[in-house]
Every structure is written in structure tokens, then in C-alpha cells.
């Protein structure tokens, strides 16, 4: 089966600097995959490569067998790919709705947007309630569930995520993730970059672990979860 992401042997540089050396992962259709590691291990830099924020120095990156590297970051996204962002990026005087209109740009059809306004409500009743409050006065969570419901606004095949649970306290994540979870069940494919290991394993199939540039594990999540390596390093409490 043709995987619907496949980064091949990438190697990114910032400037003379280089913090990714070959990296390579596959994503299949309707899988969760987790991207795990500690902060600077270069998870950040791996999806801004994917978008085509950043142009790679050397590999591929495909997407359902097309190579996307080289394309510009609206391509992607209108191919399906879509990006929540580390910390949001929200635009604080601007409004829920407006934020979840500008997430649909691409789309044409006003009964599509429609639809996909419904859709977000539905997962996300609160940003329904205060659609017409602006960004900046709800709360990090509230913030969250928005910036994860402008990114389904584009109607995406597959949805990464950098550091969703950063900054929210455990009951927020433990509702954000929850979410991760249930949108693989409306057919969403899921990349999810995250620095708290153990929630990202646990709602993952598969995992990739980076560090400092490189992929050093790879494996069905409930194994990684059982590795003496990642234990030692992501799980000691």
C-alpha cells in the first residue's frame, strides 16, 4: 500500500546550520503517527519542510505518491495537508468566526463552508457559542480548539500537529487529544509532533522517535511505549 506521506532521506538546513540529516518516515491513510522528542530534536523543522515553509538541501517529500518539496505552502494545502500550528498563531482582534472563515480561503462553494462551519461546531460547541468574540479573550484551550478548527476548515486528508498540548493544563490536554483521536474516526489521517511522549504513544498507532536531527526508533507505538530507550529518556517520572 502506497503510503499517503512519505518524507524520504531529508536533510534541512538553517543557513550553514544543519539540524535535520536523513530523515525518513511514512504515514498511511487513517493512521495517527506520532513524531516524538525533546525540544530543539528538530520536530518543529520537519513539518514546516513538509508545508513548504522551508525548502529541504537534500531528499523528497511525497504526498499520495506526488512529490511535494518545491511547492508553495498554498499547493500543499489546497492537496489536502494542513498544519495546527506550535502556540496557534491566532490573530487576537480578529474573531472566532472570522478565524474559522479565513481557514476555508480555498473553498468556493458557500454550502461547503457551510458545512464545514457545522462540522467544527459540532466537534467544538464553545467556539459556536462565542463565534463572535475575538481571538485573544478566550482561553488557551478555547484557543486551541480553534486554531484546530481553522485547519478543518480546508477539508483535510491529512492534519499535523505541532505541540498541541503545550502551554494547557492536563485536563485541556487530556480533551485536545481526545479530540486527535476522534478525528482519524471522520477519516482524517493524523502527524502529531509532540514533546509529552507518553500521551502521544498512547493515542498513536506508530511512532518515530528524533533526536538531534535524526530518526534513531521507529514502531508500533504500544512497543515504543515498552522500550527500555524511551523509557529511560521520555517516560522517567
Given at each position: 500500500m502506497e503510503p499517503l506521506l512519505e518524507v524520504k532521506d531529508l536533510d534541512v538546513a538553517y543557513g550553514k546550520i544543519q539540524v535535520l540529516w536523513g530523515v525518513s518516515f511514512k504515514v498511511y491513510k487513517g493512521e495517527v503517527v506520532a513524531l516524538v522528542g525533546s525540544n530543539g530534536a528538530g520536530k518543529t523543522t520537519t513539518l514546516k519542510t513538509i508545508m513548504g515553509l522551508i525548502?529541504?538541501?537534500?531528499?523528497?517529500?511525497?504526498f499520495e505518491g506526488r512529490?511535494?518539496?518545491?511547492?508553495?505552502?498554498?499547493?500543499?494545502?489546497?492537496?489536502?495537508?494542513?498544519?495546527?500550528?506550535?502556540?496557534?498563531?491566532l490573530f487576537p482582534e480578529l474573531s472566532v468566526y472570522d478565524h474559522l472563515i479565513?481557514?476555508?480561503?480555498?473553498?468556493?462553494?458557500?454550502?461547503?463552508?457551510?458545512?464545514?462551519?457545522e462540522f467544527v461546531y459540532d466537534l467544538f460547541p464553545v467556539l459556536k457559542e462565542r463565534?463572535?468574540?475575538?481571538?485573544?479573550t478566550l482561553s488557551g484551550g478555547e484557543q486551541q480548539?480553534?486554531?484546530?478548527?481553522?485547519?478543518?476548515?480546508?477539508?483535510?486528508?491529512?492534519?499535523?500537529f505541532d505541540e498541541p498540548s503545550l502551554g494547557l493544563a492536563p485536563k485541556l490536554v487530556d480533551?485536545?487529544?481526545?479530540?486527535?483521536?476522534?478525528?482519524?474516526?471522520?477519516?482524517?489521517?493524523?502527524?502529531?509532533?509532540e514533546q509529552n511522549v507518553r500521551a502521544a504513544l498512547e493515542i498513536s498507532d506508530r511512532g518515530y522517535v528524533i533526536e538531534n536531527g535524526r530518526i534513531i526508533l521507529e514502531g508500533k507505538s504500544s512497543e515504543l511505549l515498552e522500550s527500555e530507550r524511551v523509557k529511560k529518556a521520555y517516560l522517567a517520572i
Open positions: 525548502k529541504p538541501v537534500k531528499g523528497a517529500v511525497l512529490r511535494i518539496d518545491g511547492l508553495p505552502t498554498h499547493s500543499i494545502v489546497k492537496m489536502g495537508v494542513t498544519l495546527v500550528p506550535e502556540g496557534r498563531q479565513a481557514g476555508a480561503y480555498l473553498l468556493k462553494d458557500k454550502d461547503v463552508i457551510r458545512e464545514r462551519l463565534r463572535s468574540q475575538k481571538a485573544g480548539m480553534l486554531a484546530i478548527g481553522r485547519a478543518l476548515m480546508s477539508m483535510p486528508k491529512l492534519m499535523m480533551a485536545i487529544l481526545d479530540t486527535i483521536a476522534r478525528l482519524r474516526y471522520e477519516g482524517i489521517t493524523i502527524l502529531l509532533v
